[in-house]
């Protein structure tokens, strides 16, 4: 299927004007689909933190009228069906695919200090939050801990990133939904300067933890439909704490270690597909939330790291509107209840 781009070149507008959204409205009707468009009625939400606010509670930081320390939304502000996506400029483009706010308005869109853009409004009647989390899992934890703090109810989020292709079936374009994922770590007491640290591996492997297979089983079915069965597949994924050293890109710059780690991979793990750097962390985060986050992880290979080839940029804009269209159909099918 193709998707037409009808929305190109929109700014974030990060003007410090200030915006009260109809909150009690949109906690009313944030866990189930929408009836009307009163929730974004009158809605033109920009909203970016211009001022110095104050924060109490050092445990879990919040101005006093309840925002976040870090993402800066509040209760009423985020849905509880979240698509998680790293670059700001994506979380731009897939708003796009939002439903037109009623009455010529937009958006609720709040840009926080620290980078993070929440777009809330509604997929087909349902509201859905789009969050650009940046990159790597401490910026996943600040996503999936502060919209799980303002977010009423059970959440679903599904993360749509770009990664390594690390081998067949693998290949660059492709849509690769995370069945589970392990995280690979560093080990930097393999560089201590004591005697027994040479005995130590340099890089480290966790056990794989499992992403929800009911939202799996969606994105699959809702990918397929939006960009053909043969360009999505699903396997194993590794989330790395460096887009360099753990993900085995070679330098001269750093004593690495890393040379034989793709190899290493492939060899420990025949179904490792993907690289990238936050999916484990939020199946990790939905592991531990005692069921009330449920979480996938899809990406577009962007990167081949046998043939070393990289996906033309001008191609990953319309793959990522038609995995985000996936992304947006199986968060709104998935069930919250
Ligand atoms: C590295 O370039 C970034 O791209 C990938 C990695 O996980 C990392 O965040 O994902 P995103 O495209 O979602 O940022």
Not at 88 to 109: H, I, V, W, Y
């Amino acid at each position: 299927m193709t998707v037409p781009l009808h929305l190109k070149g929109y700014d974030i507008q990060c003007n410090g004007q200030k915006y009260v959204p109809s909150s009690e409205n949109f906690r009313k009707h944030s866990s189930s689909r929408a009836t009307s468009n009163s929730v974004w009625s009158s809605s033109s939400v920009i909203y970016s933190r211009s001022s110095k606010p104050s924060f109490s509670n050092a445990n879990f930081p919040t101005t006093p009228e309840g925002r976040t320390y870090h993402l800066g939304t509040k209760g009423g502000e985020v849905a509880n069906r979240i698509l998680s996506v790293g670059a700001t400029q994506r979380a731009e483009l897939l708003s796009k695919l939002l439903d037109p706010p009623p009455n010529g308005g937009q958006l609720f869109r709040y840009l926080s200090s620290r980078g993070f853009l929440t777009v809330t409004g509604e997929y087909q009647g349902t509201p859905i939050s789009i969050v650009s989390t940046q990159m790597g899992m401490p910026n996943m934890d600040f996503v999936v801990r502060e919209c799980r703090a303002v977010v009423e109810g059970p959440m679903a989020v599904v993360r749509l990133g770009t990664c390594g292709a690390l081998q067949p079936p693998a290949s660059l374009g492709q849509l690769i939904i995370a069945h589970s994922s392990i995280n690979i770590r560093r080990n930097p007491d393999a560089w201590s300067d004591l005697s027994t640290a040479s005995m130590l591996p340099a890089y480290m492997f966790t056990l794989p933890v499992q992403a929800d297979p009911h939202i799996v089983r969606l994105l699959a079915e809702e990918a397929s439909s939006t960009m053909g069965a043969s360009n999505v597949i699903s396997g194993l994924n590794a989330t790395a704490d460096s887009f360099y050293s753990s993900q085995g890109r070679v330098g001269g710059n750093f004593d690495d270690r890393n040379e034989g780690l793709i190899e290493e991979m492939c060899e420990k793990y025949p179904d490792m597909v993907s690289l990238e750097m936050e999916t484990f962390h939020l199946l990790d985060m939905a592991r531990c939330s005692g069921g009330r986050v449920r979480a996938a992880g899809m990406c577009l290979a962007l990167a081949d790291r046998k043939s070393n080839e990289m996906l033309e940029y001008a191609r990953l804009e319309q793959l990522e509107v038609e995995a985000g269209l996936a992304a947006l159909r199986a968060l709104i099918k998935t069930d919250l209840d």
